[in-house]
């Protein structure tokens, strides 16, 4: 079918011109069979049984459009599950890109001890997500854990914590302060790249600690802090095991041998959109209706990432 | 010296230490919110089982025999094997797969190697579970292998997105002459890669290993999809969820295996710290 | 540039038929059959939920017996396993799903039945020449079976009552156990004693749906509700039984000192199955579990008297008292299985056999199931265990009718319930109303 162009030189160089290109699909296979098998099918079965009634047991029948009704209309746990998906991606990105770089600030400032105090930053970063969830669930716990006997000790009154619709996913937020340590790592390498002359010029134009930190760190760190938060936002749509985890552990509830135990706890509070993926299609056995909140899902996922992606053009960049 | 400056001798003297000291006293602050939580998980990992329901925090005796009992609760070390081996071979087979597509992505010209790039990105900002129904259901009614971990284990032999990103920005910064050289001396494509680029990119891919093997290591949606129906096939992720619940157990037995999950992770950073935190900086910085 | 674009068509094909390929094939492909000799060698898989240890000694025992009646058949059993798990293994099917299944709930029968996960075992039953009305009693039969499919056998059942702390009634003054709800609940308040700091140090019953066996569907049962009507819908809000019910629970919150208090106290309580139980550790005066909970507690040797009686009833029907809520364990055949004969011999065995049966109930003192064990001298009467056999045997005990999507209807009852007992339903009826259309929906969603 393809003619070479008439300019295209002997027949050699396009033989090495498609060793070459054989060469590289060769390197590139792995992805290029990854992407497809992993990838792309299942994207394109999940829009397929987005329009099924398949319960995983009998055969699979078109249903039309009644998956989508039921999800965006139908179903009272839609609406709730996004807005807390919602307000997990800007509260606790947000809190923790502040934290992170206060943390950064000030492990740059700290004299004696620094490797200490490095490392019991940095060590909360590395538990395991389920185990550091077990464990604030244990610490927060209203009635016997030590957060809320120190306080009630102090005399101070206590929230019950992940037991509270209205503390939970603040408790979840804490939790993912107490693991900051990979954007302080990141903040910290970020901040000590500032030529100390920068500084040094500011203070003695008689900037003040803000004005240094307006006009000469701001500046060096931005790229960071937008990568932080890219990353942060990508993260906490996904956000899954710790509020599966908490909810389920803080509810008290034991496994029901029967029924299941709708994810949430308390009243729906801790809810986001992956876990109710997971409850429509591995609860419910409703293949549809799961289908269809993956693709909303998606849809968010792809709007949010391109928005932010041509605001922080860092990740593409840099050819060679 | 700018006249805003000029201050007392004295006061200028006590800037520092002042300094010092609200510096100081933030770090150690801050310490306490990190460190306190271990404190208070190992003090209760110890304690009897009346004492961890009542809400004191220093053991009357120290029952460190709670975590012999945690080993011995079953499915405990099998938990733990099934653990060592999604983390052990899913990282091995991520590095062995994701170096070559990196290395082509970084190195090669070729057309339509700026959208496979972006194509990169958009799997790696992609929720897992957008695409797990279809996925679960080919392993499960196709393949029949839900209840085990290959489901988990094969995808990555295809390559990770994450990995292969992580690794290209690293190979980027491979000169291009030391790879022109090497085809001088007559050596091909792979050759270049295995004695070249694989030795100068060690640091780039040990972190892209430990990364990989903590993110197996803490994988919990994952088992939680392929691996429930099965106990046989439960990671300690998995198991330590229903830990509680499962062996009607209190706070002081799942303290004590939480600490039990932790500890390798712990150890391995304290072997490998350098390379982590090296790594950790190469996602950020190098963007 | 046309050159390209052929290109990129030719790379979609394989893409396409892959992806044909797969989603044609998604019918699942493993279904069993009954056509093998039960006589010949066999090894069989049989899940089962029991995870204590006298419990699954007493389920090793009942193997060994079936073995010895038939030499032929292997039985590999796996214990611990949940509705969950049957529910994904069974989809998936696969050479290690089980040929022989249970349940510890009957919430999923409707479902089992439903969607032929489970095997229909009439046919298995007029082979053997058994004549099911004649074996168990007509209220077990009702809840494993769905639309006249009988998928499931019961496998002993459970009832539910009240344990109650004999030295605290003595010490309040109380001389019965509460016998109506406004009883009950004046019981309750008299039972509860705080320390100095106003925290509770004995409460008299805790009211919270979330504590251990305290679901809303099983205190629900003490007004003997109707969930569905003729066609199948949800009527919860139909007449004033489901208000009245979450009026009078909202009630005893109250009086007990509200739900905020209540459920920071229950986090205080231990695991349900450990030594830190709360009814054990003398927390709670006055419990609501099933018959099981006797054993343990004469296991664990507590440091006060005992005894046990029917959850109370409330007012306006304090004929029905002596009424509970029942459920079971229930059995069946996986649809997947391809020894169906043989997997019939062992369900046939387990839920059948008198001898079988009596022992079994004894050992893990569960409510036998048939009506011939029921009866047997063989059954062990101590008075604890007695109250349970007769909330059992009451004419006007419950149980939850089956659904076409399982106990999903029961799940958004109880996720209503929690909302209403935490005071979030201004509108009970309004809100019972919001129940029933989410219920019906859900329903309609499940159907084909």
């Known amino acids: 079918m393809a003619t070479p162009p008439a300019t295209r030189p002997a027949p050699e160089l396009r033989r090495r011109h498609t060793r070459e290109r054989l060469r590289t699909l060769g390197f590139l296979s792995p992805w290029l069979i990854g992407f497809t098998v992993f990838f792309g099918y299942p994207l394109l079965a999940t829009v397929y049984f987005s329009f099924m009634h398949y319960n995983q047991i009998q055969a699979p029948s078109f249903v039309g459009l009644r998956n989508w009704t039921y999800v965006l209309d139908r179903m009272p746990l839609f609406g709730p599950a996004l807005w807390n998906t919602l307000w997990l991606v800007v509260v606790m990105v947000s809190l923790r890109v502040v934290f992170g770089l206060g943390i950064g600030l000030l492990v740059t400032r700290i004299k004696t001890g620094a490797g200490f105090f490095r490392t019991a930053f940095y060590l909360p970063y590395l538990a395991p997500p389920v185990t550091a969830t077990v464990a604030f669930v244990f610490l927060l716990n209203p009635g016997t854990g030590p957060v809320n006997e120190a306080l009630g000790a102090l005399g101070i009154p206590a929230p019950n914590w992940f037991n509270d619709p209205d503390w939970a996913k603040p408790s979840l937020v804490l939790l993912s302060l107490w693991g900051i340590g990979d954007l302080m790592v990141i903040f910290m390498a970020a901040l000590l790249d500032v030529p100390r002359e920068q500084y040094e010029a500011a203070e003695l134009d008689g900037a003040g600690v803000l004005a240094r930190f307006r006009y000469v760190t701001w500046p060096a760190i931005t790229p960071i802090v937008m990568f932080a938060v890219v990353t942060g936002v990508v993260q906490t749509m996904q956000y899954y095991t710790q509020a599966l985890v908490a909810g389920k552990l803080a509810s008290g509830v034991s496994i029901g041998p029967g029924s299941v135990i709708q994810p949430g706890y308390p009243d729906g509070s801790t809810l986001t959109v992956p876990q109710l993926v997971y409850s429509l299609g591995f609860q419910n056995f409703d293949t549809g209706a799961a289908c269809v909140l993956s693709l909303v899902l998606f849809a968010i996922a792809m709007a949010v990432t391109s928005l932010l992606m041509r605001r922080s053009t860092g990740l593409l960049s840099a050819e060679d | ?287 | 540039m046309p050159r390209p674009r052929t290109r990129r068509h030719r790379a979609l094909v394989p893409l396409l038929a892959t992806a044909a390929l797969l989603l044609t094939g998604c019918a699942n492909p493993s279904t069993g059959s009954a056509d093998d000799d039960p006589t010949a060698p066999v090894t069989l898989r049989f899940w089962h939920g029991w995870s204590e240890k006298n419990e699954v000694e007493a389920i090793d025992d009942s193997i060994a017996r079936f073995r010895k009646l038939h030499p032929n058949i292997r039985v590999k059993s796996t214990g611990n396993v949940t509705d969950a798990t049957v529910n994904q293994a069974l989809r998936a099917g696969g050479g290690d799903a089980p040929d022989v299944v249970s349940s510890f709930t009957t919430d999923n029968v409707g479902q089992y039945c439903s969607s032929g996960m489970w095997a229909d075992l009439d046919p298995f039953l007029k082979k053997s020449g058994m004549a099911k009305e004649r074996i168990f009693p007509e209220v077990l039969l009702d809840y494993t079976r769905y639309q006249g499919k009988q998928c499931a056998l019961p496998l002993l059942a459970d009832s539910f009552g009240m344990y109650y702390n004999k030295d605290a009634f003595e010490k309040a003054g109380i001389t019965r156990p509460p016998r109506t709800m406004s009883e009950f609940r004046r019981a309750a308040v008299r039972l509860t004693e705080r320390t100095a700091d106003g925290s509770y140090r004995q409460l008299g019953f805790m009211p919270d749906f979330r504590l251990y066996q305290n679901s809303p569907d099983r205190l629900f049962a003490q007004w003997g509700p109707t969930y569905f009507d003729g066609e199948g819908k949800s009527r919860l809000a139909q007449g004033d039984t489901a208000e009245d019910f979450f009026t009078t629970q909202r009630d005893l919150v109250t009086a007990l000192g509200g739900y905020g208090p209540l459920e920071k106290f229950r986090t205080t309580f231990g695991d349900e199955m450990s030594s830190q139980n709360a009814f054990l550790t003398g927390k709670l005066a006055m419990h609501m579990d099933g018959e099981w909970r006797g054993l343990m507690l004469d296991a664990s040797k507590p440091g006060f008297r005992w005894g046990t009686a029917p959850m109370p009833v409330p007012d306006d029907q304090a004929d029905a008292y002596g009424r509970g809520y029942l459920t079971g364990t229930v059995a069946g055949i996986a649809h997947s299985s391809k020894h169906q004969n043989a997997a019939w011999e062992l369900v046939r065995f387990l839920t059948a056999d008198t001898e079988q049966v009596v022992a079994f109930a004894n050992a893990i003192h569960n409510i036998p199931s048939t009506k011939a064990a029921l009866a047997s001298p063989k059954l062990a009467r101590d008075p604890a265990f007695r109250t349970f056999l007769d909330i059992a045997r009451h004419p006007r005990s419950v149980s939850m009718p089956p659904s076409v999507n399982g106990g999903r209807y029961i799940v958004s009852l109880r996720d209503f319930a929690y909302e209403a007992e935490a005071g979030r339903v201004p509108d009970l009826e309004k809100g019972l109303r919001r129940l029933d259309r989410q219920i019906d929906e859900d329903n309609l969603q499940s159907r084909n």
């Open chain 2, 1 to 287: 010296m700018a006249p805003t400056n000029a201050r007392p001798p004295a006061m200028r003297r006590a800037r520092p230490a002042l300094h010092w000291i609200a510096v100081h006293t933030t770090a150690v602050a801050a310490a306490l919110f990190f460190v306190l939580p271990f404190v208070f998980v190992l003090l209760t990992s110890v304690m009897s089982d009346a004492q961890a329901m009542s809400g004191e925090l220093w053991p009357h005796e120290w029952h460190w025999s709670n975590y012999t009992e945690v080993f011995h609760t079953p499915g405990f070390l099998t938990w733990w094997r099934n653990s060592l081996l999604y983390a052990g071979l899913g990282t091995l087979l991520t590095v062995c797969s994701s170096v070559p597509v990196a290395y082509a992505l970084a190195k090669f010209r070729f057309r339509g190697r700026r959208p496979a790039m972006m194509l990169v990105v958009a799997t790696m900002m992609l929720p897992p579970q957008v695409i797990v129904i279809p996925m679960y259901l080919v392993w499960a009614q196709q393949l029949h292998l839900s209840g085990s971990l290959w489901p988990l284990i094969v995808p990555l032999a295809f390559g990770d997105a994450y990995a292969i990103f992580l690794l290209r920005q690293f190979l980027l910064t491979i000169p291009r002459e030391y790879l022109e050289s090497a085809k001088v001396d007559g050596c091909g494509e792979l050759r270049t890669l295995l004695r070249i680029v694989v030795p100068m990119a060690k640091p780039g891919i040990a972190a892209v290993a430990l990364f990989q093997f903590f993110f197996c290591w803490n994988d919990y949606f994952g088992p939680q999809i392929y691996a429930a129906q099965n106990p046989g096939a439960w990671t300690l992720s998995y198991g330590l969820e229903s830990f509680k619940s499962a062996h009607g157990v209190n706070w002081n037995l799942t303290m004590a295996a939480t600490l039990l999950v932790m500890a390798p992770v712990v150890l391995v950073f304290f072997f490998a710290q350098k390379t982590f935190v090296e790594g950790v900086t190469l996602t950020g910085v190098k963007g």
